[in-house]
């Protein structure tokens, strides 16, 4: 098949265009640096830097969109705030106008978002059926994943995936959190009871990748392995691998004075269940965190 993919340079994106092109799938990703996209995707990926220009005879059969500035990298300022909707609301609706725009139609669509969208839930189970707390993380994810639904009215398939926190060697959120686990003064954020929905880069791939293939599917999926865990205990588990105590607490009221509003992605948590995916016929590959952790840490 052939795909484009947005955001195909980040985490997941580049992930993902190794794995198709393995696969011997067509990848054309969209990037505003070339040289990027085939350092991190590989020389056969197609590197465009605008949708216009893949051109109308060249056939699409499925869109990854993964586009969107990383959510934790600088503190929520009005500014960045616009930032991180503009990265993702508006290139999603220009996507769409794309597809709007073309004769021969891709038949999916899928599209990321993240469990942010659910809000702070507490230690209450969350499934694709779930209702949300308002945050600025749902207003965020909501409206991002409402402009890609859009291409339902184009008679394009869609299907959304909320991410969780994604565990992966050398990136992510883990690798913030290495330097002081390793230093002996890692440990629980507040009380610790807040949940952690993981998931390991490899499933989560693997899940875009999936849905990609299932034309029945559509609609929401909750992209997180079934066995989310509260940030003490996802401490310990590091902390054990990494052969260091994790006896050092970071008190709420000093991350909402670092941080301010963002803190909320770190006190706040979500209990998610990736209930369809499983009920479609996907097997994650790691449900265990301590064998998830010994893979992305070896």
Same mark, same amino acid.
């Given at each position: ?45 197609? =590197? ?10 060249? #056939? ?60 702070? #839930? ?16 749902? *207003? ?8 890609? &639904?859009?291409? *339902? ?15 992966? +060697?050398?990136?992510?959120?883990? #690798?913030?959190?290495? &330097? ?26 693997? &899940? ?5 293939? #299932? ?26 691998? &990494?052969?260091? +105590? =994790? ?29 369809? =995916? ?21």
């Amino acid at each position: 098949m052939n795909y484009l993919i947005t955001g195909g340079t980040g985490l997941i994106g580049s992930k993902i265009c190794q794995r198709l092109q393995a696969a011997g799938h067509t990848v054309i990703v969209l990037s505003r640096s070339r040289n990027k996209v085939h350092q991190r995707c590989g020389l056969s990926a197609i =590197a465009v830097t605008s949708l216009d220009e893949i051109g109308q005879n060249e #056939q699409v059969d499925v869109v990854i969109n993964l586009t969107g500035a990383p959510i934790a990298d600088a503190r929520w300022t009005k500014n960045r705030k616009q930032e991180l909707k503009d990265s993702r609301i508006k290139q999603t609706e220009a996507l769409i106008q794309w597809i709007s725009q073309r004769q021969q139609k891709p038949g999916s669509l899928i599209s990321g978002s993240a469990i942010g969208w659910y809000g702070d #839930q507490g230690d209450r189970i969350v499934t694709e059926d779930s209702s949300y707390q308002d945050e600025f993380a749902h *207003e965020l994810c909501d409206q991002w994943e409402q402009a890609a &639904l859009k291409a *339902e009215e184009l008679g394009v398939r869609v299907c959304l995936v909320r991410t969780g926190l994604v565990l992966a +060697p050398g990136a992510g959120f883990l #690798q913030r959190m290495l &330097l002081p686990f390793k230093l002996g003064l890692g440990g629980p954020i507040s009380d610790g009871q807040q949940y952690m929905s993981w998931v390991h880069l490899e499933d989560i791939c693997n &899940l875009f990748i999936f849905l990609s293939k #299932q034309q029945a599917l559509h609609g929401v999926f909750n992209g997180t392995a079934p066995t989310p865990v509260t940030n003490a205990e996802f401490s310990r588990t590091l902390a054990q691998n &990494l052969h260091r +105590p =994790a006896i050092m607490m970071v008190p709420a009221c000093v991350l909402k004075l670092a941080f301010g509003e963002m803190s909320q992605l770190l006190l706040g948590g979500q209990r998610v269940l990736p209930e369809k =995916a499983r009920a479609a016929g996907f097997e994650f590959q790691y449900t265990d965190l301590n064998a998830a952790l010994g893979d992305v840490l070896q």
